[in-house]
């Protein structure tokens, strides 16, 4: 069973930069589609990005298009979530997840098809 810790969450100017990282354990993590979904407060929990088992595929939600960067160490069994121009809309605690894609090279952005979560790392964009 893969478990999830993200890191790098904190306080930023808007126009900064953050870089979040998920930590897996596990031995399966290369076999993981991965992504990063955001829960602002009273507001439902959206996709930010996704990557395939490979590396070889991403997806983002066209509020950050451009801004943000998922990439995957298979080696390090880690993800990572770079975030450039930050807003103070990007505001959220950032969630990792994990879909098991069985070496399929897809990519999702339904959070039902994620089955493992991490706890959350909170970023915060100051105006």
């Known amino acids: 069973q893969v478990q999830l810790v993200e890191s790098g969450g904190g306080l930023v100017q808007a126009g900064g930069s953050l870089s979040l990282s998920c930590a897996t354990s596990?031995?399966?993590?290369?076999?993981?589609?991965m992504g990063w979904f955001r829960q602002a407060p009273w507001l439902d929990r959206e996709f930010v990005a996704a990557?395939?088992?490979?590396?070889?595929?991403?997806y983002y939600a066209d509020s950050v298009k451009g801004r943000f960067t998922i990439s995957r160490d298979n080696t390090k069994n880690t993800v990572y979530l770079q975030m450039n121009s930050l807003k103070p809309e990007d505001t959220a605690v950032y969630y990792c997840?994990?879909?098991?894609?069985?070496?399929?090279?897809?990519?999702?952005?339904?959070?039902?098809?994620?089955?493992?979560w991490g706890q959350g790392t909170q970023v915060t964009v100051s105006s």
């Open positions: 990557i395939s088992w490979s590396g070889g595929s991403t």
């Open positions: 596990g031995r399966s993590f290369s076999r993981y589609a």
């Open positions: 997840a994990a879909a098991d894609s069985y070496f399929n090279d897809y990519v999702t952005d339904r959070a039902d098809e994620f089955d493992i």
